[in-house]
């Protein structure tokens, strides 16, 4: 089952009204804002990465959803499988880094031990409070799409973390990426829509379309790339399509200039459906927009 | 690193004030209690137990932990692997029951894929509302102990499993636990400190000792255990340390009579450490009180 149908399933289920019908990264709960996010061993970060720095990305992605609702970090829970000991020591170095860098106490969690061998699967959840709460469904036609930072970062650690040799910066990227608290929070209450990118510029920037019920030009020539990431050749349909980013995406009136360092790639109209531009020409889209899970 | 170890080091970083030092099952947020399993495939249950009883039992552990605290349940989140549509499908038909069955609507969560043939990993967070929330650590000097329902099923029903026969009420009692909800709710204002069972009786008898600062006596022969589970054969000791039983264990004072149907099983002193008794005369502890995660 892929994870759309499992959704619908869900969907059937007795739901909370702060779940939006699970159609959000997050839902609300006593005005606070929740999200989780689980990391599988192979799948979300490679068996030799180094724990501390695992420890980092599942906190950072987690605190990345809370950015994308302008929250203020108010706790997270940790749900963990202990290994051996120089694992979980090395885990919990970064743990204490990451929980410090963005002041996010700690609220309680479960430990839990695995049978031999078995791939570790870790999960996080993350609450935040005082969020305007932008949804990802409230784009309007004639919005500006705008992006933070720098696209395709992520994946090009990912190729330098796979090598095994590469551009250090590209590599931290991957798995030390930033969660943008700060952006988020100056954003939150003066844009229609936002919300992490997580899973790639397009196929995220395709389910904000979808949402808002509108259809999205995005402009490939526009994509904002990294001098390092420029320099290993990546293209800008690679970059917008490879996910672990962790930028803000956000849709806001034409005209309308961000208070933070962000870059306008894309214009929402009415109608449905995601096209790409290359120098003011239309060019196809490619086969796969970014990372499904369970597809 | 077992778990104590590793719980001590994260006692190290950045708290929540509403963790109370972790040293409790639940912690609480923005007024609600919060609580937290994870429950792994070949440890805490079998790789052959039908995937509905596995989103039963899932949701009941969590909801166990709502029920000792005397709370309403609010909402749960979901963790889940996907894997094949078959025992997708039939998850998904165990968490409807049970969300329906205890009004426990989902608010949100997380899918992921895993790698071919990787154990399962799941975990579900749930929270509670008006709860009186006893601690496990206000029991006092003098107080009677007391457990609802019967133990020693839980670790019976497990034994059938394995065996692929034997008694149906057992397995079912394994299989899909009933969270005390009702019984909380009309102990939780009345008692000095509750939790429920998961461990083992004696081992969660224990720890409700220790955190309280006192020592408990405890008479075996008082156990109260079921009829089909005395038929297996099943000594007060052995159903007082295996586990899986999710009935609620509190401290009351001495001449106070529960709501609910309960037994007598201990009474705290001054001091510390666990004594047993049987026929009114000391016997050995075991060498294992319950289960240990990590040992």
Redesign the interface.
Same mark, same amino acid.
């Given at each position: #089952?892929?994870?759309a149908a +499992?959704?619908t399933?869900?969907r059937? $289920?007795? &739901?909370?009204p =702060?779940?939006y019908g699970?159609r959000d990264d997050? %839902?609300t &709960? /006593?005005? &606070?804002v929740?999200?989780?996010?689980? #990391?599988?061993? =192979?799948? @979300?970060f490679l068996p030799d990465d180094p724990p501390a720095d695992v420890a980092w990305k599942l906190v950072a992605t987690n605190l990345s959803d809370l950015a994308a609702k302008g929250a203020l970090v108010? /706790?997270i829970? *940790?749900?963990?499988? $202990?290994s051996?000991?120089a694992w979980?020591?090395a885990f &919990?170095r970064g743990? /204490?880094a990451v929980? @410090?860098a963005y002041?996010?106490? *700690? $609220?309680? =969690?479960?430990?839990?031990? *695995?049978?031999l061998g /078995?791939?570790r699967?870790l999960?996080v959840?993350a +609450?935040g409070?005082d969020a305007a709460a932008p949804p990802r469904s409230g784009a309007q036609a004639g919005d500006a799409l705008w992006v933070t930072g720098t696209i395709g970062d992520g994946g090009a650690g990912l190729a330098v973390a796979r090598a095994g040799h590469g551009d250090a910066y590209l590599l931290g990227r991957y798995r030390r990426p930033t969660p943008r608290l700060a952006e988020g929070r100056a954003l939150a209450s003066h844009v229609h829509a936002m919300m992490d990118v997580s899973d790639g510029l397009l196929i995220d920037a395709a389910r904000m379309a979808a949402a808002s019920g509108l259809s999205l030009t995005l402009a490939l020539d526009a994509v904002p790339l990294s001098t390092p990431a420029r320099a290993t050749g990546l293209t800008a349909l690679a970059a917008a399509t490879a996910g672990d980013d962790y930028e803000l995406l956000f849709a806001a009136p034409a005209g309308w200039t961000p208070p933070v360092a962000a870059t306008r790639v894309g214009r929402f109209a009415p109608g449905s459906g995601l096209s790409l531009t290359q120098g003011g020409a239309s060019v196809p889209l490619p086969t796969s927009l970014g990372y499904q899970? %369970?597809a």
């Open positions: #089952m892929d994870e +499992f959704l399933r869900l059937a $289920l007795p &739901l909370h =702060g779940a699970l997050t %839902g &709960l /006593a005005g &606070l929740v999200t989780s996010d689980t #990391m599988v061993q =192979g799948v @979300h108010e /706790a829970t *940790l749900n963990y499988p $202990l051996n000991a979980d020591d &919990l743990l /204490a929980t @410090h002041d996010a106490p *700690l $609220l309680g =969690g479960d430990t839990v031990t *695995l049978p /078995a791939p699967i999960t959840t +609450f409070r899970h %369970g």
